[in-house]
C-alpha cells in the first residue's frame, strides 16, 4: 500500500509559476512509476506528465508544450510538478498518482491516488 498526499496548489494570475508535491509514505521501497493527473469540472481526468522509477523517463501530455516539468526525490518520497507559465485553462485539481514499475499515460492503469489539490489560474 503506498498513501498519497498532494499538496502545492492555489489561487494565481496568469502567467504565474507554481510547484506541485506530492508526499509517499507506505510502501515506498518498491519500484513505483509516478504520475500526474487533472480534472476540471464537467472534463474527463486528462494527462498531465509521467516519469519512471529513477527519473530517466518522463512523458506529457500534449498541452503542456515545456510550461511543465515532472521531477521527483526518491530519498524524499516526494513526488514534483513545476508548473510555469499558467494559463486559465489549466483551472483544475491536480492529482497525483503511483503504479508499479512502469509509467503510463492512462489513469486506469494506476493503483494509488491522492486527494488532490486545487489549482486556479485567474485570467
Known amino acids: 500500500q503506498v498513501q498519497l498526499v498532494e499538496s502545492g496548489g492555489g489561487l494565481v494570475q496568469a502567467g504565474a509559476s507554481l510547484r506541485l508535491s506530492c508526499a509517499a509514505s507506505?510502501?515506498?521501497?518498491?519500484?513505483?512509476?509516478m504520475g500526474w493527473f487533472r480534472q476540471a469540472p464537467g472534463k474527463e481526468r486528462e494527462f498531465v506528465a509521467s516519469?519512471?522509477?529513477?527519473?530517466?523517463?518522463?512523458s506529457y501530455g500534449d498541452f503542456v508544450k515545456g510550461r511543465f516539468t515532472i521531477s521527483r526525490d526518491n530519498a524524499k518520497n516526494t513526488l514534483y510538478l513545476q508548473m510555469n507559465s499558467l494559463k486559465p485553462e489549466d483551472t483544475a485539481v491536480y492529482y497525483c498518482?503511483?503504479?508499479?514499475?512502469?509509467?503510463?499515460?492512462?489513469?486506469?492503469?494506476?493503483?494509488?491516488w491522492g486527494q488532490g489539490t486545487q489549482v486556479t489560474v485567474s485570467s
Open positions: 498518482a503511483a503504479r508499479l514499475f512502469f509509467p503510463s499515460d492512462d489513469w486506469s492503469r494506476y493503483d494509488y
Open positions: 507506505g510502501r515506498t521501497s518498491t519500484n513505483y512509476a
Open positions: 516519469i519512471a522509477w529513477r527519473g530517466s523517463t518522463t
